[in-house]
């Protein structure tokens, strides 16, 4: 399995960023695709997961109404669409999937990783 994650950058608070994972090498067609970001010095924190059969979403409680998780089958790429930026949602942010996951926010459910976009909100 491969991730490849783009459409991270410098933007301002209020602003809007998407960021997309484009997926590859799956064996099955039933996974699920999670978004984690992590600031240095803190533990990886799952933003977001959609399960790309059912369309299936869940969402950090900080984040809900601003960020958008969405999946196009015509390409198996993941978008996070972010709007209302905040300083606080600065970070490296990740793309990660599982074939099965109990605890959608836990990153050691999520075996595959991507090498991380950097999202900076300016103030």
């Known amino acids: 399995v491969q991730l490849v994650e783009s459409g991270g950058g410098l933007v301002q608070a209020g602003g809007s960023l998407r960021l997309s994972c484009a997926a590859s090498g799956f064996t099955s067609d039933h996974y699920a695709i999670g978004w984690f970001r992590q600031v240095p010095g803190k533990e990886r924190e799952g933003v977001s997961c959609i399960d790309v059969k059912d369309e299936t979403t869940h969402y950090l409680d900080s984040i809900k109404g601003r960020f958008t998780i969405s999946f196009d089958n015509t390409d198996n790429t993941t978008y996070l669409q972010m709007d209302d930026l905040k300083p606080e949602d600065t970070a490296v942010y990740y793309c990660?999937?599982?074939?099965?996951?109990?605890?959608?926010?836990?990153?050691?459910?999520?075996?595959?990783w991507g090498q991380g976009t950097q999202v900076t909100v300016s103030s």
């Open positions: 990660a999937a599982t074939y099965g996951s109990t605890w959608w926010h836990l990153p050691d459910e999520y075996p595959y």
